[in-house]
Structure formats: C-alpha cells, structure tokens
C-alpha cells in the first residue's frame, strides 16, 4: 500500500536517506531544485500539479512536496539486535500503547540523534508508521528501526534473558530518574499518552524512574519524558 509522504524537509531528507520513491508530485508554483536534482538523480519520475489537485491528496500541510512511497519497513526483535556494534552498550526503547503519531514522530527523531538501536511497539492497538510520523520524525523513520511486536511483555522477558535491564518512565514507587545506573544493556520503557504503563508490562519492569515536577502539572508529554530519559541515559554513557 502507497503512503503519501509530505513536506519539504521530510522529502529532502527520505531522499538523502535513499527512500523508494514511486514518484514525486510537485506544486506548479513550488521552487524545488533540490528536490528534482535529488530526484533526477535517484531515477525517480516527477509529476507536476496545481496546489488545488494536491489539496485533494492531502489535507496536511503539504509545502507544495508530496512523495509516493511504499510502506515503511518494520524489523523483527531479531533483526534489530542483530544489526547492534558489538563494541555499542544496547539501547531499545518501547512505547506502550502510544496512540498519537505526532509523539511517536518525535521519539524516532530524538532517538536517531541519540543512537537507539530500535523502537518497540506493539503491533496491534497501538500507533503504527504513516505520513505524519515520517514527518515529524524528519526522516527518521528510515533511519532507526521500529520494531513490532504482538506482546510487549514477552518481548520484555526475551531481553531480560539476554542481559537487558527494564526501566520504565513511570511514577509508582519510582525513583529519580537520575539515580539510576544506565550503563547496561537497556530497555526503555514509555507509557500511552492517557494511562501510561500498562500493569502486565510494570510487573516487568526492573526499574521505574520519575522526572520531578515543581509545577501544577502532574505529568509531561511521552516524546519529551523519553528526550528527558533519553539524554541522561547518553550523559552516562558518553560523559564529558
């Protein structure tokens, strides 16, 4: 199935990235050199359209650029650790019942930038890739790998097995985030948008952690809670 993949930016970069384009929609008043260039290069068919006609494709902001693609790749657990530097300590993250794609856009990208070795999610009820989280991802969706999983609490107690420790952003009995020792094979665990962690996957978990909170607020948006998480797991590993 065809995903439409839109934006100037997120194109430029699933170019870059060596994204399988079918082909490439244009706006007629749209400036894009880069773009064509990229695409001519790639053997890639441009078409051209009037910002009405490509209105009627996607409602999303578009910028003038949308991209034909084929469905975004998904790994197995296996294929995911198999593909991990053996000199490299592992870093997975799992999202529990994260419905929003905004917030898992936002995760990919912070996790290329910090090197996570996969993103784990569950395959059924739960946020799957498509055009708005290749978006906010930037083109990191292509860049780290999402794993699907149909139980999360199994995929847990496989990792435990292989000398993965399970620490879950999550506020019952939970210590301060920054008193936790990350500098193991890890699994990072993030919790839905509404209800957070999930009984059967807390009763897995090694660890959980807390961010602190001074203001009226009682919680943070999952994509930032796991940057927060995130960073301090790469300020263990990599100090100054």
């Known amino acids: 199935m065809a995903q439409y993949v839109y934006g100037k930016n997120t194109v430029i970069q699933l170019l870059k990235n060596k994204r399988n384009f079918s082909e490439l929609i244009i706006g007629r008043d749209t400036k894009n050199d880069e773009i064509i260039s990229l695409a001519m290069k790639q053997g890639i068919p441009v078409r051209y359209m009037t910002r009405k006609e490509m209105d009627g494709i996607t409602k999303e902001n578009h910028q003038g650029v949308i991209g034909v693609a084929d469905d975004f790749r998904v790994y197995t657990l296996k294929e995911a650790q198999q593909s991990i ?61 999402v794993v699907e999983v149909t139980n999360l609490s199994e995929t847990i107690r496989s990792l435990k097995k292989d000398g993965y ?49 001074y203001g009226q607020i009682t919680s943070l948006n999952a994509s930032v809670a796991a940057g927060v998480m995130l960073y301090e797991i790469i300020r263990q590993r990599h100090p100054v």
């Not at 898992?104 to 569950?122: M, N, P, Q, S």
């Not at 890890?186 to 996957?201: A, K, N, P, Q």
Request: aromatic residues 4%; proline residues 5%; negative net charge.
């Open 165 to 213: 420790w399970v620490v879950g952003a999550d506020n019952n009995e939970a210590k301060d985030y920054r008193e936790v020792d990350y500098r193991v094979p890890l699994l990072l665990v993030i919790g839905s948008e509404g209800s957070g962690i999930s009984r059967l996957v807390r009763e897995n978990l090694d660890f959980s952690v807390k961010l602190p909170m």
């Open 85 to 145: 530097p053996s000199e490299k300590q592992p870093l997975f993250v799992m999202l529990d019942g994260l419905e929003d794609p905004h917030n898992l856009g936002a995760i990919l990208r912070t996790g290329d930038a910090v090197g996570v070795d996969g993103v784990i999610i569950r395959k059924n009820r739960s946020v799957s890739l498509n055009s708005t989280v290749a978006k906010v991802s930037c083109g990191a969706i292509d860049t780290v790998k």
